[in-house]
């Protein structure tokens, strides 16, 4: 009887996990369409920023890639995301996907600031240009020591 217990538990586990993976798994897909493209990433200009998380706009995104497709079971997505989007738990997902997100962009800006030769770039610049270069650095590295610290807190 306990084996057979054991076994059912394992199951509905099982069964749960792949739901919430089914579940989850269009919110990332969303979520990486928010990010601009790598190859618009550029050390001459500012970093883009991650595009805002719209309730609406992921919801379109259901019909084709929704868990339906994946889990088999019918029943009110749109519904139940909608719910979700309401509670405490995906305002944390959400935060901490954002803070990754971003920590992610400033990696890839700068990244794409130690790749590039900055000497060949300020030779024909203005020091109004270059100075304006060296202070978005600093805000940079500025802006990371406290998403870090924010990221810190949200865990």
Same mark, same amino acid.
């Given at each position: !009887?306990?084996?057979?217990?054991?076994?059912?538990?394992?199951?509905?586990?099982?069964?749960?996990?792949?739901? /919430?993976?089914?579940?989850?798994?269009?919110?990332?897909?969303?979520?990486?369409?928010?990010?601009?493209?790598?190859?618009?990433?550029?050390?001459?200009?500012?970093?883009?920023?991650?595009?805002?998380?719209?309730?609406? *706009?992921?919801?379109? /995104?259901?019909?084709? /890639?929704?868990?339906?497709?994946?889990?088999?079971? %019918?029943? &009110?997505?749109?519904?139940?995301?909608?719910?979700?989007?309401?509670?405490? &738990?995906?305002?944390?997902?959400?935060?901490?996907?954002?803070?990754?997100? /971003? &920590?992610?962009?400033?990696?890839?800006?700068?990244?794409?600031?130690?790749?590039?030769?900055?000497?060949?770039?300020?030779?024909? %610049?203005?020091?109004?240009? !270059?100075? *304006?270069?060296?202070?978005?650095?600093? *805000?940079?590295?500025?802006?990371?020591?406290?998403?870090?610290?924010?990221?810190?807190?949200?865990?």
């Amino acid at each position: !009887v306990c084996l057979s217990v054991c076994l059912q538990d394992a199951q509905v586990r099982r069964m749960l996990s792949e739901v /919430t993976q089914s579940f989850m798994i269009p919110l990332e897909r969303y979520l990486a369409t928010l990010l601009p493209l790598q190859r618009t990433i550029t050390p001459w200009r500012q970093p883009p920023s991650l595009k805002p998380f719209s309730q609406a *706009d992921f919801l379109k /995104t259901l019909e084709v /890639t929704g868990p339906h497709l994946t889990t088999g079971l %019918k029943g &009110n997505w749109t519904g139940l995301y909608k719910r979700f989007f309401s509670t405490p &738990n995906f305002q944390y997902w959400l935060r901490l996907r954002q803070l990754e997100a /971003t &920590n992610k962009i400033r990696v890839l800006y700068m990244e794409a600031i130690c790749k590039a030769d900055v000497l060949f770039w300020m030779r024909d %610049k203005t020091e109004v240009e !270059v100075v *304006d270069f060296i202070l978005r650095l600093n *805000d940079l590295l500025v802006r990371g020591q406290v998403d870090r610290m924010q990221l810190l807190e949200v865990l």
